[in-house]
């Protein structure tokens, strides 16, 4: 009986000792939704890359300005451009948040935007200056809602971004989508060019589509990027993350779950 103690002690250990490593391990494993956001936020502070694909992007809008000045219209030029992360760099609030662990909360991002800290996108003011210069007029349509507009209004007017007035920022009223404010601005002006880093701020095609309806527009409209739409990098976030979600409201390991079944292998 004396040897059946030892046996039995050493069996007790490893009982104890497994549930403890599992644990460990699946304490340790990253949160993709949240990790994934501040890698990507490194890429956009960090990468001479980052820099030079938005400089690319205003690049080519420059010269459709060039080009698009010397047609005649009807009505009045004007530019329609989305504000976040096509105008205004918001990484370092992106940064802050996730730091803490923390998603996108309306109380606090309406705290940041009343700092009017955010910096310019990368060729973003040249831009808008030299199509203002043209006389074009530039039209911000944001979904920023209305409690954002003085902070916002004061972070262009600290750049001194043309236009920056309330008649031409069209925050969110009732929904995300877009279309209804371009329309209000397409009645009265030509809209020569559209700007932004989602592609809801093009067209309704893409409104709460999933990725494969997203691929398949894109393909559609093939012609109009570079010509009629300048899009700029987001890695962060934006609807090519909410399709991954189905665009409902998930938890942490629920999103982790959508993004990982969503990668491909081999």
């Not at 199509?131 to 916002?152: M, Q």
């Not at 090519?240 to 979600?245: A, D, K, L, R, T």
């Amino acid at each position: 009986m004396k040897r059946v103690y030892p046996l039995l002690f050493t069996v007790l250990l490893i009982a104890c000792a497994g549930p403890k490593k599992t644990a460990s391990i699946q304490a340790e494993q990253p949160d993709i939704s949240t990790q994934g956001k501040l890698f990507a936020s490194v890429f956009m502070q960090r990468a001479a890359e980052y820099h030079a694909l938005c400089l690319q992007a205003y690049n080519v809008a420059h010269q459709r300005i060039d080009e698009i000045v010397k047609q005649s219209s009807l009505k009045p030029k004007a530019i329609i451009t989305d504000l976040d992360e096509t105008v205004l760099d918001n990484s370092t609030n992106e940064v802050h948040q996730d730091l803490q662990g923390k998603g996108f909360n309306p109380v606090e991002w309406n705290e940041w935007t009343s700092k009017a800290m955010a910096d310019t996108v990368p060729g973003s003011f040249s831009f808008f200056k030299y199509a203002a210069s043209k006389g074009i007029e530039i039209f911000y349509i944001s979904n920023r809602n209305e409690n954002d507009r003085t902070g916002t209004l004061q972070n262009l007017h600290h750049f001194s971004f043309p236009n920056a007035d309330d008649a031409h920022l069209l925050l969110r009223q009732n929904t995300s989508g877009k279309e209804t404010r371009r329309q209000q601005v397409m009645t009265k002006y030509d809209v020569v060019l559209l700007l932004g880093d989602n592609l809801s701020d093009f067209s309704d095609l893409f409104d709460r589509k999933s990725t494969e309806e997203r691929l398949l527009a894109v393909q559609q409209l093939s012609a109009q990027f570079g010509n009629r739409y300048i899009i700029l990098p987001n890695p962060v976030y934006g609807d090519w993350e909410n399709s991954i979600y189905q665009y409902k409201q998930l938890t942490t390991i629920q999103k982790d779950s959508a993004i990982r079944k969503s990668l491909k292998s081999f």
